[in-house]
T-cell receptor, first 110, second 111 residues
């Protein structure tokens, strides 16, 4: 079983739709969680950190449920420019190693 | 600031050839990482370094060696390339708390 698992998609949604991505992790010792965004043939970039209390950045909301070992990302009012692969990431510890999920592909259609 | 740069951007090798990928950073970050990314596999950690002169194995270290002689540079070596090493290689540095900055990647094909 992969340490971080996510639905690979693709998620095809119309502009303006709300879309939710889910992710589960198996290592209960993981301390920190993130969502990264990766555009086609580009490097991953940090989208947002994920906290148990939930955090919001504009149209993006991330949530962590430690009891269920579950992470989510909600995108409201989808834009064409949101089309990308979204990577769920967990990790931390003394070596600060991050474990990446395989990514969920989002395609926002006009 | 250039951030994280990788050299070369593309390379085609024949089986058995060797090469070195260079990662350079100008952000003075202690931690540096080498990943490979393959379709359906996500990013997998090859080797990492927690500071100048240190290196450690990641999830998929076999067939690769690394060196961190200077803080700003992290080198990844392939001594005898194999087709299974065809991949996109990303270098990353770490800024606390936990934001990794990635280089643009090196696309390597081994024939």
């Amino acid at each position: 079983r992969k340490e971080v698992e996510q639905d690979p998609g693709p998620f095809n949604v119309p502009e303006g739709a709300t879309v939710a991505f889910n992710c589960t992790y198996s290592n209960s010792a993981s301390q920190s969680f993130f969502w990264y965004r990766q555009d086609c043939r580009k490097e991953p970039k940090l989208l947002m950190s994920v906290y148990s209390s939930g955090n919001e950045d504009g149209r993006f909301t991330a949530q962590l449920n430690r009891a269920s070992q579950y992470i989510s990302l909600l995108i409201r009012d989808s834009k064409l420019s949101d089309s990308a692969t979204y990577l769920c990431v967990g990790g931390g510890g003394a070596t600060n190693k991050l474990i990446f999920g395989t990514g969920t592909l989002l395609a926002v259609q006009p | 600031n250039a951030g994280v740069t990788q050299t070369p951007k593309f390379r085609v090798l024949k089986t058995g050839q060797s090469m070195t990928l260079l990662c350079a950073q100008d952000m003075n970050h202690e931690y540096m990482y080498w990943y490979r990314q393959d379709p359906g596999m996500g990013l997998r950690l090859i080797h990492y370094s927690v500071g100048e002169g240190t290196t450690a194995k990641g999830e998929v270290p076999d067939g690769y060696n690394v060196s961190r002689l200077k803080k700003q540079n992290f080198l990844l070596g392939l001594e005898s390339a194999a087709p299974s090493q065809t991949s996109v290689y990303f270098c990353a540095t770490l800024d606390t708390p936990y934001e990794q900055y990635f280089g643009p990647g090196t696309r390597l094909t081994v024939t």
